[in-house]
């Protein structure tokens, strides 16, 4: 039998008879069939020309009721906090390897390989030395590290770089990793990039929208459409249902039940379509995760031993789309 709460002794004695004489030939019944009615619920809903309650079960109704009451546990949303869940995050790495590592690993580990690949994949899609990059959800910096050499190559110093992310300390270890002081590393804590408009060749958010609200991934690209050029780039990888090497992303995410954890999150390509025509920005592909297309400046080896050269895929899936 499930009741609300909110009801008193007083709100109870005002039912009718009617209604106690329906308690009673439940009881009756269930009692028939041997007591054993497992998940029935009633609700008791009384009604008048003042107020519409719900009530729950007192002492002195307990006589007929001839199976215990079931308050069933109604839990609450978890919102996602994204600065205290990576903060929580960089706060565990660093204790338990060090700052250095602790750096690597807050944006996934393999800082040097995972830098090639994100730089060459930008490479693969036009980057030239003179272009102007912004980085969002940059890290620690590992593909500004990798742009280093490549952006200061065109005569005048070569292209500007702004990197943005939520993690103060990352930035701080990127600005001392790149040491260039014409690159900006600036926090941010909503989905803003703090760059002027038409102010960018490439945007790129990569292993970005894997933890962001479908929401907050509208206004970013809604941002990166504002900041670029006419023309621009704008990159990001992804998480993809439909991508069988994705599901092991899925099945971990499953098994950890920190409500604090960082979040995995998925997103369909029909979605990425309809963000796109509404911003008016054209598709201009949706790399597969497992889709080699990557032109590498350089091998390297991923952590599991295998080696990464030539052309490659990125792993997760990949968007680029025109402004």
Same mark, same amino acid.
């Given at each position: 039998m499930k009741f609300g709460q909110g009801g008193s002794e007083n709100d109870l004695r005002?039912?009718?008879?009617?209604?106690?004489?329906?308690?009673?030939?439940?009881?009756?019944?269930?009692?028939?069939?041997?007591?054993?009615?497992g998940a029935l619920y009633?609700?008791?809903?009384?009604?008048?020309?003042?107020?519409r309650r719900h009530f729950a079960p007192e002492n002195n109704l307990a006589p007929l009721l001839p199976f215990p009451v079931l308050r %069933?546990?109604?839990p609450s949303m978890q919102v996602p906090d994204y600065i205290k869940s990576y903060?929580?995050?960089?706060?565990?790495?660093?204790?338990?390897?060090?700052?250095?590592?602790?750096?690597?690993?807050?944006?996934?580990?393999?800082?040097?390989?995972?830098g090639i690949l994100e730089s060459s994949a930008l490479l693969s899609h036009g980057l030239r030395p003179e272009h102007n990059v912004i980085d969002v959800g940059c890290g620690s910096g590992r593909l500004a590290v990798a742009l280093r050499p490549f952006l200061a190559?065109? %005569?005048?110093?070569?292209?500007?770089?702004?990197?943005?992310?939520?993690?103060?300390?990352?930035?701080?270890y990127a600005r001392?990793?790149?040491?260039?002081p014409d690159w900006e590393f600036i926090r941010t804590i909503e989905p803003l990039i703090p760059a002027a408009d038409r102010s960018a060749d490439y945007v790129c958010f990569f292993s970005v929208f894997t933890h962001l609200l479908d929401e907050d991934i509208y206004r970013f690209l809604a941002e990166a459409k504002r900041v670029s050029r006419p023309g621009g780039t704008i990159m990001f990888s992804y998480l993809d249902f439909e991508t069988p090497t994705h599901w092991?992303?899925?099945?971990?995410?499953?098994?950890?039940?920190? %409500?604090h954890r960082v979040l995995n999150k998925f997103i369909s390509k029909p979605a990425i379509i309809k963000w796109a025509a509404q911003l008016n920005l054209t598709v201009e592909r949706l790399y597969e995760g497992y889709e080699p297309w990557i032109k590498l400046t350089e091998p390297f080896t991923y952590i599991t031993g295998r080696e990464a050269s030539g052309v490659v895929e990125f792993g997760q899936s990949v968007g680029i789309l025109r402004v």
């Open positions: 005002s039912l009718s008879g009617a209604a106690l004489r329906v308690l009673r030939v439940i009881k009756s019944v269930t009692a028939r069939a041997g007591g054993g009615c009633i609700m008791i809903v009384i009604t008048s020309h003042r107020t %069933p546990h109604r903060e929580a995050h960089l706060d565990a790495l660093i204790a338990a390897h060090g700052r250095e590592e602790a750096m690597s690993l807050v944006v996934g580990g393999q800082y040097h390989g995972i190559a065109a %005569p005048g110093g070569g292209g500007r770089y702004l990197g943005t992310d939520v993690l103060a300390r990352a930035l701080d001392e990793r790149c040491a260039r092991a992303v899925f099945e971990s995410t499953l098994a950890n039940r920190d %409500p």
